[in-house]
């Protein structure tokens, strides 16, 4: 398995797996195909059509396992990103610019391919010189914990009602746990 730009597979010929990946990670399932899709593009597809740079997939024997994809400049994105969490943090965005959305195939999970997407990402924000990067989660999901792992800290929080919205921040410059190299090396 490697991690590599999308850039170097092409979006086009491997959208329809990384469609499957969002569809089998999400709450959408219900929905009928073409409404899907308007979710996977106004989630995934917006950070390929923008910010192809920064997109980058898990991939072996032609099969995409995982994908990462963030944005460099969030405050400058605001009219281009259209879900509701992502405005509700807007007043962070000036101190903290590189968002993600990441996502692993569901039944491989916990096998180290969300250690290696995020690798990818926060060696491309360190050497573009970011000082930091983050996600929006919620309070009640487990990949909280897959955020602490690697040293992510919640720096602000929105209530939602029965859960709370996190923004969770990695700094760059400290290096991930060395837990990560377990899986660079396998
Ligand atoms: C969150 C996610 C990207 C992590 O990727 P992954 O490939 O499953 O994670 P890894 O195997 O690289 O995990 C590395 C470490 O974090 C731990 N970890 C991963 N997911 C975890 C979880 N949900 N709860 C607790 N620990 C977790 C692993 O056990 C592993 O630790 P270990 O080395 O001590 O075993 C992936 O599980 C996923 O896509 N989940 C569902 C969708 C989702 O939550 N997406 C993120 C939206 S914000």
């Not at 980058?56 to 990103?81: Q, T």
């Not at 970011?130 to 999901?141: P, Q």
């Not at 009602?161 to 660079?184: C, V, W």
Request: proline content about 2%.
């Amino acid at each position: 398995m490697r991690v590599v730009s999308i850039k170097d597979v092409s979006f086009e010929a491997f959208k329809g797996q990384i469609f499957q990946i969002f569809l089998s990670q999400s709450s959408y399932q219900k929905h009928d195909v073409d409404t899907q899709w308007s979710y996977f593009e106004k989630w995934v597809g917006i950070y390929y059509k923008n910010w192809p740079d920064w997109f980058f997939v898990a991939v072996k024997d032609n099969e995409i396992l995982g994908y990462i994809c963030a944005c460099p400049n969030s405050l400058a994105a605001i009219d281009k990103i259209s879900f509701k969490s992502y405005h509700l943090f807007k007043e962070v965005y000036k101190d903290n610019p590189v968002h993600f959305h990441i996502n692993v195939k569901a039944g491989i999970t916990g096998k180290g391919i969300g250690a290696q997407l995020l690798h990818a990402i926060t060696h491309k924000a360190s050497s573009e010189g970011y000082k930091n990067l983050h996600i929006i989660t919620s309070s009640h999901e487990k990949n909280v914990n897959f955020y602490h792992k690697y040293g992510f800290k919640t720096i602000a929080s929105k209530s939602l009602g029965a859960f709370d919205l996190l923004l969770m921040r990695l700094d760059l410059g400290l290096s991930l746990p060395n837990k990560i190299d377990k899986y660079l090396q396998s």
